[in-house]
């Protein structure tokens, strides 16, 4: 059972990003499924989660319609999309996921991907 999160990278405040989850191991489309980040010296905290059926999505509030959250079963893989990047957005993003419905509570993941690095700097 393994999550792996890609798709980060340097880019420019304005800038977009796509970050992809990609699950081995067992089907994705079983559960839901979480994003979080974590900046240096910062404790890691909730950035977006969207359910088994897509139905039900749910984002911090400092995203501000900025990301948009998708999964795309067939392909065993969650996205992020990332637009309008700002500096304050720096951090290692991590996807999760869990039974049931999606969760903003990191402690309620019962499997974790390793991060990937964004950086937004000009």
């Known amino acids: 059972v393994q999550l792996q999160a890609s798709g980060g990278g340097l880019v420019q405040p304005g800038e977009s990003l796509r970050l992809a989850c990609a699950a081995s191991?067992?089907?994705?489309?079983?559960?839901?499924v979480g994003w979080f980040r974590q900046a240096p010296g910062k404790e890691r905290e909730f950035v977006a989660s969207i359910s088994r059926s897509q139905d039900i999505t749910n984002y911090a509030t400092f995203v501000k319609g900025r990301f948009s959250i998708s999964r795309d079963n067939a392909k065993n893989t969650a996205y992020l999309q990332m637009n309008s990047l700002e500096p304050e957005d720096t951090a290692v993003y991590s996807c999760a996921a869990k039974d049931g419905l999606p969760s903003d509570y990191d402690l309620d993941y019962d499997f974790w991907g390793q991060g990937t690095q964004v950086t937004v700097s000009s």
């Open positions: 191991g067992f089907n994705l489309d079983h559960v839901g």
